[in-house]
């Protein structure tokens, strides 16, 4: 009777365990939940309710696209479905200057269970010195619920009905900058350097491979260039005003 009653609790949990693995699209109940997709992926490590969005390490790029996808559990139905999302109000980003004005209304279209909302950010000075975010709620409405309303991952608890995205232009001074050789960092320097060098800014970040005696020759180079432009009358400025300089080491 023992050995019964444990083939059943053993059996008992495996479906339980199971269930658990199968992700949120695969849950059939008779009212439909809506939920946002990266939050309810099959594969629990890849799961995120938030992202980043940085325009630091391109500088021409002026805008960008975020897929927001918000999709539905149970199955496929033969009509338009329309559910809700809200912009919350502890958002710091502002619809028309910061990203463009989201639709009226947002749909799951008929034999359809994902909808994908693109949300275009624009780069913006004051996005230089501060960071901004912009939150999605999904609210209940006649056709969709939201039982599933958060998710434990690795004792980490993730929102599967809010969606946070942070963007900015901030650039920090690189992990490999040399004030020896390059001189005081800044944002008109980085860039001046790595156009002039061809080198990607993310070099001078996570290059870890970079040679002592790159340091130097960046350096003199550069230097040589500022010296040259000079000369001819189109000294290359800083943001401030003054005049691009390399280090003493340079």
């Given amino acids: 009777m023992n050995k019964l009653i444990y083939k059943i609790a053993v059996l008992l949990i495996s479906v339980s365990l199971v269930s658990c693995e199968k ?10 939940d809506v939920y946002f997709s990266d939050a309810g992926r099959n594969i629990p490590a890849l799961a ?25 559990t149970g199955g496929l139905v033969d009509h338009d479905r329309e559910y809700l999302l809200e912009v919350s109000p502890l958002s710091t980003a502002i ?3 910061h990203y463009e004005a989201l639709p009226g209304k947002f ?15 624009k780069k913006t000075p004051d996005m230089k010195t501060e960071s901004f975010i912009i939150q999605f709620n999904l609210l209940t409405n006649e056709n969709f619920g939201n039982v599933f309303k958060t998710r434990k991952i690795t004792g980490k608890t993730i929102s599967t009905i809010s969606t946070k995205v942070k963007f900015d232009d901030i650039i920090k001074k690189p992990a490999l900058w040399n004030d020896a050789y390059w001189g005081t960092f800044s944002r008109t320097k980085l860039f001046f350097m790595c156009e002039f060098l061809e080198i990607d800014p993310k070099y001078l970040d996570t290059g870890s491979s970079i040679a002592l005696a790159e340091f130097s020759v960046f350096g003199k180079i550069v230097k040589r260039r500022l010296d040259e432009l000079k000369a001819a009358g189109t000294p290359v400025l800083e943001d401030n005003g003054s005049e691009m300089k390399m280090g003493a080491s340079s």
């Fill in 107 to 121: 749909v799951i279209k008929k034999n359809k269970l994902l909808d994908t909302i693109k949300l275009k950010i």
């Fill in 95 to 97: 619809s028309g200057i």
């Fill in 23 to 32: 992700g949120l699209m695969t849950f059939d109940n008779k009212n439909a």
């Fill in 48 to 72: 995120f309710d938030s992202t980043y969005v940085s325009f630091s390490y391109a500088p021409k790029t002026m805008d960008s696209i975020k897929n927001i996808v918000v999709a539905v």
